[in-house]
């Protein structure tokens, strides 16, 4: 077989085979573009929940803080004046 009618079937069996892939990816419903755009909206909720999900994180370390200072100033008063508090209201650490 001559080796340039090899490389027109070789040719003419992948264009074959990558032509309707090229089709779908062109295609406006669900071709590539219609991808990137859904990535694109997921990857800005996806932002918005790790920005929210920070803030949170933030505010429990800031809240966390500040129970453990009442907790210490509370815990000195209690003892100058022997006030005993039921376990069940004792602030867990």
């Known amino acids: 077989m001559d080796e340039n009618k090899l490389k027109a ?6 264009n074959k085979a990558v032509e309707p892939i090229t089709q779908r990816l062109d295609d406006p419903d669900t071709g590539l ?5 859904r990535l694109d909206a997921n990857t ?3 932002m918005e929940l790790e920005k929210t999900v920070k803030g949170y994180g933030d505010m429990y370390k800031i809240n966390k803080s500040n129970i453990e ?7 000195e008063v209690e003892e100058n004046v022997n006030i ?3 376990p069940e209201l004792a602030i867990q650490r």
Do not use: F, M
Request: charged share 40%.
């Open 84 to 86: 005993v508090s039921p």
């Open 9 to 14: 079937i070789v040719e003419e069996a992948v």
């Open 33 to 37: 573009k219609r991808i990137n755009d």
């Open 69 to 75: 200072r009442l907790d210490e100033r509370l815990s």
């Open 44 to 46: 800005t909720a996806v």
